[in-house]
């Protein structure tokens, strides 16, 4: 039989699973790959500027087009620094498949240059990881790897490749059958799905809580969503995650719950009689204080990974199943028996009394930009053209998650469980890769650009046209919201210091830079970024002490929502501040 | 402020894995990572290709945290089952210990007798010294560790508990 490199079956391994793009780095323990990637055509590889970059931005690319993102990096530091996007990934559950580059087998574990033990720091923040000693193991590691990053709960894997694993060869059979032992269910179980289906029939009060689960579902996840929010007539409410699932533009669409979520949502989750959870996980920033989570209701939780099931909150009904699977079997029962729904008057005139505190309201101003304000005209200027919105982490994330809307899923990249400042740029990067024709924008905050302003440069070789929209505070202003609300306005290292100047910075990435401090000029700066044919830095002067509303403050209920800055109290007891 | 504890439970829990570089890592790292406890854990191939071992845990934690414990166990990809044999009903749990005493005189006889009446073997004999192998479940060894410790006690080997469930059925 003929024989191949390692290097080679690799790539004809990445062909195979329709992988033609690959975001990587190079170094030492990598060389005979990158040599396989110089040979051949049908793989582009993305060159960025630093490896956390490579990851986050197949995190982009992943959640943007729903394929899995590839990343390749060296041993050691390569794979180190690839590590925050490997975890972050795993916490947002999108599915991404890591080559790192090791050293030979024969020096494994001698401390030789570069050798990190990559599968021992990575075993806990990947979904599961490899280290391969043998060229004839690689196609079946390979093949099985994408199964395990896309199936089920999808999520990161790492594949560690030694440098002479690379160069050995091994017959070449790409194409042979390797059992594979990763079989999530997808279906539910009739019984359950029947029993929800009464369940939300007989609702008085129902509400449908979604997350990021529906969007790595599919597509189709968020068109079943839609037709059951339509059969049942119930409010829909999402997590951060979850965005772009269901219509911002719908009138059954409550707004975000959870911490920085609305009124509406948080007071219909606390007062619902039927809460329908599918494919969140009551993660702490949803729930607040936990014994006063939503009190009355009985629950049902759809998840496709039974972990996440009864984890936090004790649920009636456990659906282990794909949601969008579920969502279907759901609507075929209930129109094939004509399901009529309870009358819900009353529970949507409750609801639009919530709606009416207007509870993302913020106070205007003429004089300088309020970082609201900013994000409605953003949202206003480019909404026609749906584009991609990737974020950094803070205020900035939150008022683009509030005032930004998204009637489509994959258009919102966000790092919602790590929380990783940094994300945005890289992920943008990604997004842009993988779909060429988008208008694709990293709402940042100035603080967070500066964890990987690095892209900048991937983007300028790469010519892609991302703008960066930074809400610039000079505060990193999250933190400096939670030391005005806990620790009496003592602002601890909060300050964003000795700023670059974000437009001379752009122009010497050959990026074009536009600067903004007047809100009465606002629109036509911002038509004067999406007017420009290439990458944008906007350095968005804001408002720099304004905090960011509603916030169920940490350890309170949902109830207990603070509305604006006036009822701020500025002090907190331990067990609250215990629990940030 | 203080820390709060809750009430625990004791379970034993039996996994069927593969038998692949890293799995014990995995799963030991994994109960370490969440914070949940390991009392004992054993492991051993089990089948013909060795290609499963069967690895047997003894955790503790409130009812919630077992069915976590159980969960996080089974989303782990070389991991095929996880019975937890005290929910599931009549089992039994076994033990092997090696204890070295020594002494002269009656402290030597009586743990000689004591050693008896627990139907400890005595694997190993000097003019001042025993091994006793005893086998069962961990309260007979702990009582009979805590007699040794009367007449002569040197060391204690243990190998953690393994368990299965009665009956003629698999767990
Ligand atoms: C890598 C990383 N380090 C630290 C934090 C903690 N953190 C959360 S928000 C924030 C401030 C962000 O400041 P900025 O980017 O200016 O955003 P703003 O809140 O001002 O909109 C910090 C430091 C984090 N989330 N990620
Ligand atoms: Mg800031």
Redesign the pocket.
């Known amino acids: 039989m003929p024989e191949k490199s390692g290097a080679e079956i690799l790539i004809d391994c990445l062909l195979e699973q329709g992988v033609d793009t690959v975001f990587g780095y190079p170094g030492g323990a990598v060389l005979p790959i990158y040599d396989a990637l110089f040979q051949q055509k049908k793989i582009r590889h993305v060159l960025v500027r630093h490896e956390a970059g490579a990851a986050h931005a197949a995190e982009g690319y992943a959640r943007s087009t729903g394929k899995p993102g590839v990343v390749l990096v060296t041993s050691g530091p390569g794979a180190t620094n690839a590590v925050?996007g490997i975890a972050d990934a795993f916490l947002d559950s999108i599915p991404l498949v890591v080559l790192t580059g090791q050293v030979a087998t024969t020096l494994i574990g001698s401390d030789a240059f570069q050798e990190a033990d990559t599968v021992g720091i990575t075993r806990h923040c990947s979904k599961h990881n490899y280290l391969v000693k043998d060229p004839a193991d690689l196609a079946a590691t390979v093949r099985e790897a994408f199964t395990i990053a896309t199936k089920g709960r999808p999520g990161p894997v790492v594949i560690d490749i030694p440098k002479n694993v690379q160069v050995a060869t091994a017959p070449t059979d790409v194409k042979g059958n390797s059992p594979n032992r990763f079989h999530p269910a997808r279906e539910a179980e009739y019984a359950a799905i029947n029993q929800a289906v009464e369940l939300l029939a007989k609702a008085k009060a129902p509400i449908l809580y979604t997350g990021g689960g529906v969007i790595n579902s599919g597509p189709d996840a968020s068109a079943a969503l839609r037709e059951l929010a339509e059969l049942t007539g119930a409010p829909v409410t999402s997590t951060l995650m979850g965005l772009g699932a269901y219509p911002a533009s719908s009138e059954a669409w409550l707004g975000m719950l959870g911490m920085h979520g609305t009124y509406e949502a948080n007071m219909a989750m606390n007062q619902c009689d039927v809460m329908f959870c599918l494919g969140a996980r009551f993660d702490d920033r949803i729930t607040g204080r936990l014994d006063a989570f939503s009190p009355d209701s009985i629950k049902i939780h759809v998840d496709i990974d039974r972990s996440s099931i009864n984890k936090t909150v004790r649920v009636d009904l456990p659906i282990v199943a794909d949601v969008g699977t579920a969502i279907r079997q759901m609507i075929d029962i209930w129109k094939g028996r004509k399901v009529k729904p309870q009358p819900l008057t009353e529970w949507w005139s409750k609801i639009e009394g919530w709606r009416s505190v207007r509870c993302l309201n913020y106070p205007a101003s003429k004089s300088e930009i309020m970082?609201q304000y900013a994000i409605e005209r953003l949202y206003a200027a480019t909404k026609d053209r749906a584009p991609i919105i990737t974020t950094?982490?803070?205020?900035?994330?939150m008022?683009a998650a509030q005032h930004f809307h998204f009637d489509a899923p994959n258009k919102w990249l966000t790092s919602g469980g790590l929380?990783?400042?940094?994300y945005g740029l890289p992920a943008a990067v990604g997004a842009q890769m993988g779909n060429p024709d988008a208008l694709v924008i990293d709402i940042?905050?100035?603080?967070?650009?500066q964890?990987n302003i690095q892209e900048m440069g991937t983007a300028t070789q790469y010519r892609l046209p991302i703008k960066i929209f930074i809400?610039n505070?000079e505060?990193?202003?999250?933190?400096?919201?939670w030391q005005q609300l806990t620790y009496e306005s003592r602002y601890s290292e909060?300050y964003?210091d000795s700023l670059p100047d974000f437009v001379a910075l752009a122009e010497a990435y050959g990026w074009k830079g536009i600067r903004c401090d007047d809100p009465a000029k606002l629109d036509d700066a911002i038509a004067e970024m999406l007017a420009y044919d290439g990458p944008v830095m906007f350095d968005c002067r804001v408002a720099k002490t304004a905090n960011c509303f509603p916030m169920v403050p940490s350890g309170a209920a949902h109830t207990e929502m603070i509305l604006h800055s006036d009822e701020v109290s500025g002090t907190m007891d331990d067990e609250a501040k215990a629990l940030v | 402020m203080h820390i709060k504890e809750e009430v625990s439970e004791r379970h034993v829990l039996t996994l069927t894995v593969d038998n692949e570089a890293g799995t014990l890592a995995r799963i030991a790292g994994m109960f370490t990572s969440r914070g949940y406890n390991i009392d004992s854990l054993t492991v051993a191939d089990i089948s013909e290709d060795h290609a499963t071992s069967r690895i047997t845990i003894v955790t503790k934690g409130p009812p919630p945290v077992i069915d976590q414990i159980i969960a996080q166990c089974e989303r782990l990809v070389p991991v095929h089952k996880v019975t937890d044999l005290t929910e599931a009903g009549p089992h039994v749990e076994r033990e092997l210990a090696l204890v070295k005493v020594s002494g002269a005189g009656d402290q030597r006889v009586e743990a000689m007798r004591l050693a008896d009446i627990y139907r400890a073997r005595v694997i190993d004999a000097t003019v001042n010294s025993f091994i006793f192998e005893i086998t069962g479940g961990p309260d007979k060894i702990d009582t009979f560790v805590t007699l040794m410790r009367e007449v002569g006690l040197v060391e204690v080997g243990r190998t953690g508990i393994v368990g299965l469930m009665r009956g003629s059925g698999a767990s």
Do not use: D, F, K, Y
């Open positions: 925050t970082p950094e982490v803070g205020q900035h994330q008022w929380g990783t400042m940094g940042a905050g100035e603080a967070s650009i964890m809400l505070n505060w990193m202003g999250m933190v400096r919201q909060s964003s």
